[in-house]
């Protein structure tokens, strides 16, 4: 079996876009897969051009070694777009395998660990103008988990626009707005805050010591990660737990983290690590610290579908990212992909990722021109969005 061609599309679907890849073989098999660097689509199609040209021939069950090959071909190591471009192609590549043993990707990853991967909502699903009755709206319907991004409790301030963020402001509104969630949810629901990077070492120690009595099951992102030595800081700071990594590109940068005790919960995105070659890694090693994985899945049902299949597989995994705007995704772009189960996934049963693409549609969905937002503080300066 050889692959035969790479084909590339950008598909803007609910305001945003996703970068599809698919990978055909001599034998009439292909895959499917994407990259994961959001807004910075045509970067990655700029990649899978530049390394198509070495792809065409090999042998697509190859996995590892095209692996390998994408990330090392280039002299100057790593970088976001190498990395989800590599992710596109690996997951393509399980996919492909999967098709051709006619079996599920998690059976070829060791096999089942579980029955169901059980997720995690965030609040904005749930209807309801303040957190708490959102959350509370949500638990009628059946969810344990609940996410909460801050806010800063001004009414101009949007988290998918540009607006003006303020730190201050928003860790004193979102400590506020926890308190009221634990109180009307009680004790038994498990609740988490994504701070998104938005704060520093000082803000971030003291949002903590502010939720302390709500329990918070992690804090995701409160600080930005280029340098393990401010989480070091931060962590001889406060208890709280910490999920980290969701922006990380292959497994290296992950090690600080993990082996030095900063992260707690490993928030690896398989759409931006590397796909399964770089995912099964990461986890193992996280598995030797005795750390869990909470995969990020914002990025559509392809990613969806490959993170099920992936924490199907390993132990040590805690809980699933349900992103709700995934039901939004058009059935005829998408006829087939994961279907939730109250607040799980079953185990996949098709082979391969079990997911279809239509690329004969792709063209009713071209792409839309949308930026990540900016935020500024009050002053005028620019942060962290």
């Not at 400590?175 to 994504?194: E, F, H, T, Y």
Request: glycine share 8%; proline share 6%.
């Amino acid at each position: 079996m050889k692959i035969t061609d790479i084909k590339s599309f950008i598909v803007g679907i609910n305001n945003k876009n996703l970068m599809v890849v698919k990978v055909e073989t001599d034998n009439g098999l292909y895959g499917i897969g994407q990259g994961g660097t959001t807004t910075r689509e045509e970067a990655m199609v700029g990649m899978i051009k530049h390394i198509r040209h070495f792809l065409i021939g090999k042998d697509p069950r190859r996995i590892e070694d095209i692996n390998q090959e994408i990330y090392r071909s280039q002299y100057y190591e790593g970088g976001t777009i190498i990395s989800a471009t590599t992710s596109a192609i690996d997951l393509a590549l399980w996919d492909i395998l999967g098709k051709h043993l006619n079996t599920p990707i998690w059976q070829l990853l060791g096999g089942a660990s579980r029955n169901h991967v059980t997720c995690y909502i965030d609040g904005p699903a749930g209807s309801g103008n303040t957190f708490a009755d959102q959350a509370a709206n949500l638990v009628k319907t059946g969810w344990k988990t609940i996410r909460f991004t801050p806010e800063t409790g001004d009414p101009l301030f949007r988290q998918d626009k540009d607006s003006i963020f303020e730190p201050w402001e928003s860790i004193g509104w979102t400590a506020k707005q926890m308190k009221s969630v634990r109180n009307k949810v009680g004790p038994d629901i498990k609740l988490a805050v994504d701070y998104h990077h938005r704060l520093n070492v000082a803000q971030a120690a003291f949002f903590c010591r502010e939720v302390e009595d709500v329990g918070l099951l992690f804090l995701e992102e409160p600080i930005r990660s280029e340098s393990p030595q401010a989480y070091a800081a931060l962590r001889q700071m406060t208890p709280m737990p910490f999920a980290i990594g969701e922006e990380f590109s292959g497994i290296y940068v992950f090690a600080p983290f993990i082996e030095q005790g900063l992260a707690n919960y490993v928030r690896l995105d398989i759409c931006n690590v590397g796909g399964f070659t770089a995912a099964r890694k990461v986890a193992a090693m996280a598995e030797a610290h005795y750390l869990d994985i909470v995969p990020h899945t914002p990025q559509g049902p392809i990613c969806l579908a490959a993170s099920v299949h992936l924490c199907s597989a390993i132990h040590n995994f805690a809980i699933l990212e349900y992103p709700w705007e995934t039901a939004k995704v058009p059935s005829d772009l998408f006829p087939r992909q994961p279907q939730l189960e109250k607040d799980h996934f079953l185990l996949p049963q098709f082979p391969g990722l079990g997911i279809e693409f239509n690329e004969e549609v792709a063209s009713h969905y071209p792409p839309v021109p949308w930026e990540a937002p900016h935020f500024r503080r009050r002053d005028g300066s620019f942060t962290n969005y």
